[in-house]
């Protein structure tokens, strides 16, 4: 199956500062990606869908200006948790869609799991 | 065993019983629908989907059954094993904007 990454797995930063984690589809062409976030023992929440070379589309409730996310080319979607603070610590999971499967055909990167202290 | 998903977030079976893992989806107009595995922390792994226009799939061990009546979706495994010891979530699709919306999960305990 297709594979995606996800750097890093694990980040641990300083309240205030801004962290960037990058998703990748590795042999195929995404054209959409989607960014999650999942705290412990809870669902999956999906946060935002990012198109290629086109604004990502917001839930309600996530912050766009707080979760900046960039999807400047086919294979890379970048999410920006920018002047983080201790709730933003989570599990970050991106899926991405596209290459010979159909709509539905999505898949998912291993996850990064974020600590603000 | 089974599992009422929302309100039974965990569910023990004894290896090689039979699980069946339930889930209620919110929107009648979501035409697609995926059973993910998720291991600690790791993303979630494809298991099996099913599509609006069938009520019944069966893969390797496991079975999806919809009943759009209803509004539900179930999970079956036969013989579980100790390695079915996960959370499990179902998605639903909607086709207009595409995105998946995962339910709340349960958390299967294989007990040896």
């Known amino acids: 199956g297709a594979v995606v990454s996800q750097h890093p797995s694990r980040v641990i930063c300083k309240s205030g500062t801004s962290v960037k984690i990058e998703c990748r589809s590795l042999?195929?062409?995404?054209?959409?990606m989607f960014w999650y976030r999942q705290f412990p023992k809870k669902s999956l929440m999906l946060m935002a869908t990012?198109?290629?070379?086109?604004?990502?589309?917001?839930e309600q409730g996530v912050e766009k200006d707080k979760f900046l996310i960039n999807h400047a080319s086919l294979t890379l979607s970048t999410l920006t948790v920018t002047s983080a603070h201790p709730e933003d610590s989570s599990f970050y999971i991106c899926?991405?869609?596209?290459?010979?499967?159909?709509?539905?055909?999505?898949?998912f990167g291993p996850g990064t799991r974020l600590l603000v202290l | 065993g089974e599992s009422v998903g929302l309100h039974l977030p965990t569910l023990s079976v004894q290896e090689g019983d039979n699980s069946i893992i339930n889930c209620a989806y919110s929107?009648?107009?979501?035409?697609?629908f995926i059973w993910y595995k998720q291991e600690s922390g790791k993303g979630p792994q494809f298991i099996i989907d099913?599509?609006?226009?069938?009520d019944k799939r069966q893969g390797q061990r496991v079975t999806v059954l919809l009943n759009k009546t209803v509004k539900h979706l179930s999970l079956q495994i036969a013989a579980t094993q100790p390695g079915d010891s996960a959370v499990y979530f179902c998605?639903?699709?909607?086709?207009?904007?595409?995105?998946?919306?995962f339910g709340t999960g349960t958390s299967l305990t294989v007990i040896p």
């Open positions: 899926s991405a869609r596209g290459g010979a499967g159909g709509r539905e055909t999505q898949y």
């Open positions: 042999d195929f062409q995404a054209t959409t």
């Open positions: 990012s198109n290629e070379g086109s604004k990502a589309t917001y």
């Open positions: 929107n009648s107009a979501s035409d697609y």
């Open positions: 099913i599509r609006s226009n069938m």
């Open positions: 998605a639903e699709n909607r086709r207009a904007g595409n995105q998946f919306y």
